[in-house]
Structure formats: structure tokens, C-alpha cells
């Protein structure tokens, strides 16, 4: 089944301690991106993935690190997570290429809660 | 900046009714404009529209874009309360610098069918 894994789905943290969120398609997508919700804010891009080893910051980076050492797996670290960075947070693919983006697929989402 | 507003924010209305959501956009170097449908969960993918005044349809839901006027409307017939969610407009863009493409999300509007 083609889908996008993230891993936890929920997480509460303290400030300050150093954690990841995993995230994963089985789809051969070019693309990943990581986005967070905020209520009456929206879906906020932090970081995307054009390719392994290439990416680059969004609308929303601070406090964020990626990587892409693979093409299936993009990874979203916060180093020194802080309350502000209470959220949920979806990670998408897609394909992408010359034409206009194609849609993206999401992950089910990872509620975290820094406290 | 890029900017995408949705309206309205909120919308409530009976079962059997027709609602059409609005989607208006200023962006630079524009790709496509995708709607989706959230539920309490993750982002499902409706429509990828590309080109204007062509009418893209699923069922009850239609969903129209004018490139001209920079704005989509997502049209809903005899709806029912499945139909209940949040919308979400995107437009898909090439960042400077080219190669790379990405989704501005709108606010959305959140759509309450009742019984």
C-alpha cells in the first residue's frame, strides 16, 4: 500500500531535549516536505526535499534541522525543542519534475507537545 | 509574499444544501492550485487544477480556477454530513532560484453539514 509512515504519532517532551520524527513513503517520491498546523494559522511549510541530499528551508525553519540520506526516509530534528514548537506536524511526497507539482501525499500526522 | 485566503473561514449549512468555497491567491511564479479535504486526521487530495475556465469533477464536487482573476472555487451539491471537514486551498509554486517546487496552504474553511 502506497503510504507515508511518521513515527511517534504523539509525542510530550520537555524543553530542550533533543528529539526526532520520522517520516517515510514507499512511493519512489522525488519530493518530501515537512509542514506544521497551527489553529487559524495553517498548514506552514519548515523544511522540503528535492532530492537525497538536497534540501532546503520553507516558510517556518527556526528551531528545525532535516536530512535526506536516502530518498525514501526525511527525518525532521529539533535540537532544543521549545513550548512554541507545540504542534502537529505532517510530512508529504510527491513527484516532482518539470511540470507543476503533483499532489502531495501525507503522513498521518505527529502531535507534539513540548513542555 | 506569497499568499493564499480562503473564505469563508467557517461556513455552516443543511444537509441537501450547495456550498462553494472561495480561493483567492497572489503568488509568484504559479504551478497549480490543488484542494484538499482534512478531516481529524491528514490532508486527502481532491483536485489539481493547472488551467483556467476547465471544470474538474468528483462526484458532488467540482472545483474551477480563473488565472485571470487569481482565484478557485470548490462547488459542493446536496451535501451531506461526510461532508463536514476543513478545506484547504494550495497553490503550488516554483521558488526562486528554480528546480524546486512547493505548496502555500491557505487557511481554510471549515465546513459544518447539519443534519
Known amino acids: 500500500e502506497a503510504q507515508v509512515t511518521q513515527n511517534p504519532r504523539y509525542l510530550i517532551t520537555v524543553t530542550g531535549k533533543k528529539l526526532t520524527v520520522t517520516c517515510s513513503q514507499n512511493?519512489?517520491?522525488?519530493?518530501m516536505s515537512w509542514y506544521r498546523q497551527d489553529p487559524g494559522l495553517g498548514l506552514r511549510q519548515i523544511y522540503y526535499?528535492?532530492?537525497?541530499?538536497?534540501?532546503d528551508k520553507g516558510d517556518v525553519p527556526e528551531g528545525y534541522k532535516v536530512s535526506r540520506k536516502e530518498k525514501r526516509n526525511f527525518p525532521l530534528i529539533l535540537e532544543s525543542p521549545s513550548p512554541n514548537q507545540t504542534s502537529l506536524y505532517f510530512c508529504a511526497s510527491s513527484l516532482t519534475g518539470q511540470a507543476a507539482p503533483y499532489e502531495q501525499y501525507f503522513g498521518p500526522g505527529t502531535r507534539l507537545t513540548v513542555t | 509574499e506569497d499568499k493564499v485566503v480562503q473564505s469563508p473561514l467557517s461556513l455552516v449549512v443543511h444537509e441537501g444544501d450547495t456550498v462553494t468555497l472561495n480561493c483567492s491567491y497572489e503568488v509568484t511564479n504559479f504551478r497549480s492550485l490543488l484542494w484538499y479535504k482534512q478531516e481529524k486526521k491528514a490532508p486527502t487530495f481532491l483536485f489539481m487544477l493547472t488551467s483556467s475556465g476547465i471544470e474538474k469533477k468528483s462526484g458532488r464536487l467540482s472545483s474551477i480556477l480563473d488565472k485571470k482573476e487569481l482565484f478557485s472555487i470548490l462547488n459542493i451539491t446536496a451535501t451531506q454530513t461526510g461532508d463536514s471537514a476543513v478545506y484547504l486551498c494550495?497553490?503550488?509554486?516554483?521558488?526562486?532560484?528554480?528546480?524546486?517546487?512547493?505548496?502555500?496552504f491557505g487557511k481554510g474553511t471549515h465546513l459544518i453539514i447539519q443534519p
Open positions: 512511493m519512489n517520491h522525488e519530493y
Open positions: 526535499s528535492m532530492n537525497v541530499e538536497v534540501t
Open positions: 494550495a497553490v503550488g509554486i516554483t521558488y526562486s532560484g528554480g528546480g524546486a517546487d512547493g505548496l502555500t
